[in-house]
């Protein structure tokens, strides 16, 4: 046996390639989320972001829609919602993907750290009770466990959804805003007084989430930092529809 048939022998028992790439499903080494060219292929958002909500822009500073009073201290996401990421989010929300959780989970936990957020608790996104019997998780919950678990923070159920809202995709942004309005309430309020994280799968318009600031901060909590997968472009390309 030659020597490097050798090494490929030992390889394989360390590294079992038993394991899919998250994107393409090619054998990757154990450890992995992805295969080498779809890692370097994930639309990283790691260009300039606005400071307060973390979106895309050309250069640094303020996006437009910032410029008033904060809501939050910063929203931040690893990922623009596109290419894979877009594919990945649609399957743990859909088609009960359960083991992209984890993964995803670490990149959210990365960006965390990257931009030095200072949480005491992780409050996820809840979902309309209806919405959740349906699907049976609510995937900001997943998200916020495993996150949780990296950095060793609590989650609590500190929302909850009174509303059943519509989808907001058909929405513009000020119909987003109402449409959201009154949509949640305080649960479990044990985050009075504390830095919540604020968890959510995508950051779309942002007025979910800043409405779910709204009803933290009037219940107590202190500074709320929002974490998300991923952040719609500033460019957002109307036939993005396909999934790559
Ligand atoms: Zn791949
Ligand atoms: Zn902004």
């Known amino acids: 046996m030659k020597f490097l048939e050798f090494l490929d022998k030992v390889s394989e028992l360390v590294f079992p390639s038993d394991f899919k790439c998250l ?10 989320a992805f295969c080498t ?5 994930l639309p990283y958002n790691s260009g300039n972001v606005c400071e307060v909500c973390g979106i895309n822009i050309p250069s640094a500073g303020r996006c437009v829609r910032c410029n008033g009073k904060k809501v939050y201290e910063m929203a931040r996401a690893p990922f623009l919602y596109d290419g894979a990421i877009k594919k990945i989010i649609h399957n743990f929300k859909y088609n009960n993907a359960k083991y992209l959780f984890k993964p995803m989970a670490k990149y959210m936990a990365d960006c965390y750290n990257k931009f030095n957020m200072q949480a005491d608790v992780i409050v996820p996104i809840p979902l309309f009770k209806k919405r959740l019997k349906e699907r049976g998780y609510n995937q900001a919950f997943k998200l916020g466990e495993e996150i949780g678990k990296v950095l060793n923070l609590p ?9 059943d809202t519509p989808t907001q995709t058909a929405l513009d942004f000020k119909d987003r805003k109402n449409n959201v309005k009154g949509a949640f309430k305080a649960l479990d309020k044990t985050f009075k ?6 968890i959510d799968d995508v950051y779309t318009s942002g007025a979910t989430l800043k409405e779910a ?4 901060k009037s219940s107590g909590a202190n500074k709320i930092y929002v974490l998300t997968l991923a952040h719609t472009m500033l460019e957002n390309k109307k ?3 396909s999934f790559k």
């Open 239 to 241: 036939d993005s529809k």
């Open 193 to 198: 007084g504390k830095n919540v994280l604020l």
């Open 23 to 32: 994107s393409c499903e090619k054998d990757i080494q154990k450890g992995e």
């Open 213 to 216: 600031c709204k009803v933290l």
């Open 155 to 163: 989650i609590i159920n500190g929302l909850e959804r009174i509303k």
């Open 37 to 41: 060219r779809c890692k370097q292929e």
